[in-house]
């Protein structure tokens, strides 16, 4: 076996998306003939891990994550390049392959709906021949992690999503991957959730030395996980490096978020950039550099009638967007 | 091999279990075609004493029969798998190390078919007591013959099914053409009317097509209708289909599930 886990060499994949104009004449003309539109959602895309290691896979909506994460566990073939994961190329799906990696995606379950996920369990155990003492060990090892007793004899439509995820996460992984591909690992749950799944995924990896790539929307997955992130942009390849280089590069910047008590006609710019938040239309938000955090809130807290303010972190889509898209 | 196949039927028997209301109502419509047909050429028979030498209790043994055989060889698998690769669910299963259609949805299946009979069994106890046919031509050795052709039977129409299914790897328009299919089963299959009193043409077409494997060569080796020698062109047939049917499966699931992973799982 090579040193690298996974080796990804030139990866490529280019959609080709019909595509027709509204109406009905558009409609019987498409069915004659069809215009296609290539999307290149994955362009020459070069990275190498080791094993062991967590590494964030990060970019905007769109970039090419899921993409990648895709042709890697074998759904998809790519347009051009190579990958090698555990040696074994992973789009032929020969089962020696699909037996020693995962793949979790958030959106999308595997297990059984109507049943308790506990029968998916079992199921799981004989699709991956886990023999009864290891299964028995590793579903020990992983309702401690995961506290799943209570969750197992519910019917899984039943289940909150962050229940439903826990036990996503370790269906996926009674039988001990060795590598494991996470898209959006931590979507939709609460912050609770989100630390609950991300420690148990700190120490599978300590215990196993599996290989973790994932995925997300969260800064704080990542900065909580990884050491190493692979930014993607537009299907190109833009960082690969330490979360700590990254930071230096990126300018690190803050959100401070303000509802004012009276009316809004006091003029915030003097104080940052300020942005637009479509989701949160009450607030003002001010974008400031993280060591003028201090400074400008307390001036804002003199200076103005505060009825509400809140400092965040900028999502993960506007840092990249911000630090790459010049 | 066999654990898995354990499991999978656990997990598919709770599956169907929790939608019986369903069941049942698919399974009276399912039943209400050969019942009428059973009803009308009963009666038709009755008044003239026999149609072209077939008499009431033939019509009525032939289809009591093909209720029973019917339930063991139709299959539901265009219903069960052709929305999964539509709305991508099937990527879930493509990446685990067994294959989708020759386990999971086999399995699903059989599990739908063993629910049903318990709903089909009381409706076929009513029939008979209320058209109390003579099942005298059965016998043993008749039906020790159909057990490998219904299987057979069941396997040919499956893999077919099947590959039909995995059409939906280039066209949503598949459960058109499983339309079309369906009617071909309809007008080859003895479905609609015992193959002897089709057209002389038709019933030369229908001896080399698959579809009477599902229900009329079953039946007549049930009822004891075959000379040895159909008997033997009935087995050969049925194998020659098999292996089609296997070839053809694994052509297109091969092609097709390719094609998923070029446009977009």
């Not at chain 1, 991956?128 to 969750?151: A, N, Q, S, V, W």
């Not at chain 1, 420690?199 to 030395?209: I, P």
């Not at chain 2, 685990?96 to 318990?118: E, G, S, Y």
């Not at chain 2, 060569?217 to 098999?242: A, D, E, N």
Request: glycine share 6%; net charge positive; proline share 4%.
């Amino acid at each position: 076996m090579s040193a690298e886990t996974i080796l990804v060499e030139k990866l490529s994949k280019t959609y080709k998306v019909p595509e027709r104009e509204g109406g009905f004449g558009a409609a019987v003309r498409s069915f004659f003939k069809r215009k296609y539109n290539e999307v290149k959602a994955v362009q020459e895309v070069n990275f190498r891990l080791t094993q062991g290691e967590i590494v964030g896979f990060l970019g905007p909506n769109g970039a090419g994550k899921t993409t990648t994460l895709k042709m890697l566990s074998g759904l998809l073939h790519p347009t051009g390049g190579k990958a090698h994961v555990l040696g074994f190329t992973p789009w032929e799906l020969k089962p020696d392959y699909l037996r020693s990696m995962t793949l979790v995606m958030g959106q999308r379950n595997r297990l059984a709906w109507d049943i308790p996920a506990a029968d998916s369990f079992l199921l799981n155990q004989a699709i991956y021949r886990i023999p009864e003492d290891e299964y028995k060990k590793t579903y020990k090892e992983l309702d401690e992690l995961l506290e799943l007793g209570p969750l197992m004899k519910k019917p899984v439509r039943n289940l909150s999503l962050g229940e439903r995820m826990k036990c996503e996460i370790a269906a996926g992984l009674l039988h001990r991957p060795r590598v494991l591909f996470l898209d959006e690992p931590t979507i939709g749950l609460d912050i609770t959730g989100q630390a609950h799944i991300r420690e148990f995924l700190r120490e599978y990896n300590r215990r196993t030395g599996a290989t973790i790539l994932l995925t997300s929307h969260y800064m704080a997955d990542v900065t909580a996980l990884c050491e190493r992130i692979i930014i993607i942009h537009h299907g190109q390849l833009k960082y690969d490096g330490g979360i700590n280089e990254l930071s230096r590069k990126i300018a690190p910047f803050k959100l401070i978020g303000v509802i004012l008590a009276e009316s809004n006609s006091h003029d915030l710019s003097k104080y940052g950039t300020l942005v637009r938040n479509e989701e949160d239309w009450e607030k003002q938000y001010i974008q400031v550099k993280a060591e003028d955090v201090t400074r400008v809130t307390s001036g804002l807290l003199a200076d103005l009638p505060i009825h509400d303010i809140t400092i965040t972190d900028p999502p993960i889509e506007d840092v990249i967007e911000q630090a790459f898209n010049q | 091999m066999f654990k898995i196949f354990r499991r999978l039927w656990q997990v598919n028997w709770a599956e169907q279990w929790q939608y019986r209301a369903n069941l049942i109502m698919y399974l009276l419509y399912w039943l209400v075609s050969p019942i009428i047909y059973l009803a009308v050429w009963t009666s038709i028979a009755q008044s003239k004493g026999s149609v072209n030498g077939l008499t009431p209790n033939d019509f009525v043994t032939y289809y009591m029969t093909l209720l029973v055989v019917d339930q063991i060889t139709s299959n539901i698998v265009i219903h069960t798998f052709a929305y999964k690769v539509q709305d991508g669910s099937l990527s879930g299963e493509l990446v685990r190390p067994i294959h989708p259609m020759l386990t999971n949805a086999l399995v699903n299946n059989i599990a739908f078919k063993a629910l049903t009979i318990m709903g089909f069994i009381p409706v076929w106890i009513v029939l008979f007591f209320l058209y109390k046919p003579d099942f005298s031509s059965v016998t043993f050795s008749g039906i020790l013959l159909a057990l490998p052709a219904t299987m057979m039977g069941f396997l040919v129409g499956f893999l077919l099914s099947a590959a039909i299914t995995s059409l939906a790897f280039w066209t949503t328009r598949v459960y058109s053409i499983h339309e079309f299919y369906f009617a071909l089963m309809l007008l080859f299959s003895g479905q609609f009317v015992p193959l002897t009193l089709m057209p002389k043409l038709i019933q030369d077409i229908a001896q080399y097509l698959p579809f009477q494997l599902l229900i009329y060569y079953p039946i007549q080796l049930i009822l004891g209708k075959l000379s040895s020698t159909q008997i033997v062109q009935g087995y050969v047939t049925g194998i020659t289909w098999l292996v089609i049917a296997i070839l053809v499966f694994n052509w297109v699931w091969r092609n097709g599930v390719k094609r998923y992973s070029a446009v977009g799982a």
